[in-house]
């Protein structure tokens, strides 16, 4: 029983983790003011270029790095556009979410011979696994009884790949920056009252651009952790919602990294107990089909019962322009 628990467990945290990095993308964008509807669209084309950097050097860290960097390309447009430019940033979001998914299978089709889906990382160049090789060390003195040894509690819960534990530091790190630095006081100025911040010297365009694209940057992350550590390659329904679960994930947190961070948790636990549930071992007579709508239902239930009770920054989705001083 304590082993299936911890298997649910191990199977939440490591789905969760790419909604932990894109809700945290979600969060600093929109504290800043600028709505990010592309999250999804920002995460396939990280998922993508992870996943083909993968493939073609063999080097993990500098798949992870470039699918950063990609989705930060497309949280550059999405700030010129939004703030820039004024435009929609509704409308703009949605432009990239048509976009990204675009632009990641022509490139993959250029490249991989006509291929729509990358070709599969082997399992020494996914992202590494930093306490696998100590539980093994450890099991194997054998001073420790079956404590460290494959598939015990310890293992499955605290044996995951290293973006998990990122996700987890990246949330702690966004935590302070927003609520115990000046940067951050400036950042959730600029999202609530954005003409009050620049009659006090802030420069408001400049935040947005920096939070926008640092939304991107998380975003692309988010698609690299799923293209590199849960499964080994790209394909086009690999993301396939999970940028609009983050969003759902952000308005559920109340746009706070550590709201993100619990309402990423829940929904990672959906998927687990879909996974678990589904598993030959329980013998469960439920339609796949069905268990796969469980994330998705529990998304809409959350949405329905909390979005009412969370109020976001006053000045999100709204265009600023320095005339209106």
């Known amino acids: 029983m304590l082993n299936n628990i911890a298997l649910i467990i191990s199977i939440t945290l490591m789905y969760s983790t790419p909604l932990i990095y894109a809700a945290l993308g979600g969060v600093i964008s929109e504290k800043s003011g600028v709505v990010n509807i592309g999250?999804?669209?920002?995460?396939?084309?990280?998922?993508?270029?992870?996943?083909?950097?993968?493939?073609?050097t063999g080097n993990p860290w500098l798949a992870f790095l470039v699918a950063g960097l990609s989705g930060g390309i497309f949280g550059l447009l999405h700030a010129i556009a939004s703030v820039t430019f004024h435009a929609n940033q509704v409308v703009s979001g949605i432009a990239?979410?048509?976009?990204a998914p675009g632009l990641a299978l022509f490139i993959s089709r250029r490249i991989f011979n006509g291929a729509t889906?990358?070709?599969?990382?082997?399992?020494?160049?996914?992202?590494?696994?930093p306490f696998s090789n100590i539980f093994r060390s450890l099991h194997n003195q054998g001073r420790f009884g079956n404590v460290f040894a494959r598939?015990?509690?310890v293992d499955l819960i605290f044996n995951q790949y290293v973006t998990v534990y990122i996700a987890f530091i990246l949330v702690a790190i966004l935590w302070f920056l927003l609520y115990k630095t000046k940067f951050g006081l400036r950042i959730r100025a600029?999202?609530?009252?954005?003409?009050?911040?620049?009659?006090l010297g802030v420069n408001v365009y400049g935040l947005r651009y920096f939070c926008v694209i640092a939304s991107g940057v998380l975003a692309g992350l988010g698609g690299a952790s799923l293209s590199l550590a849960i499964v080994s390659t790209f394909r086009a329904t690999?993301?396939?919602?999970?940028?609009?679960i983050a969003l759902a994930a952000v308005i559920f947190g109340k746009w706070k990294p550590q709201g993100a961070l619990a309402a990423c948790l829940l929904f990672g636990l959906a998927t687990g107990l879909r996974i678990y549930l589904g598993g030959s071992a329980v013998g469960l007579d439920v339609s796949q089909n069905l268990l796969s709508m469980l994330p998705y239902v529990i998304?809409?239930?959350?949405?329905?019962?909390?979005?009412?009770?969370?109020?976001?920054?006053?000045?999100?989705?709204?265009?600023?322009?320095?005339?209106?001083?």
């Open 96 to 99: 990239i979410n048509f976009l």
């Open 238 to 244: 690999l993301v396939s919602g999970q940028g609009f």
């Open 39 to 56: 999250l999804e669209g920002m995460m396939t084309i990280g998922a993508f270029a992870g996943a083909a950097t993968g493939a073609l």
């Open 190 to 199: 600029v999202g609530e009252h954005p003409k009050a911040a620049d009659t």
């Open 151 to 153: 598939n015990s509690i």
């Open 117 to 129: 889906m990358t070709p599969l990382i082997p399992l020494e160049n996914k992202m590494p696994l």
């Open 299 to 325: 998304t809409l239930v959350v949405l329905v019962g909390f979005v009412g009770k969370a109020v976001a920054p006053a000045s999100v989705g709204l265009p600023y322009e320095k005339s209106d001083k």
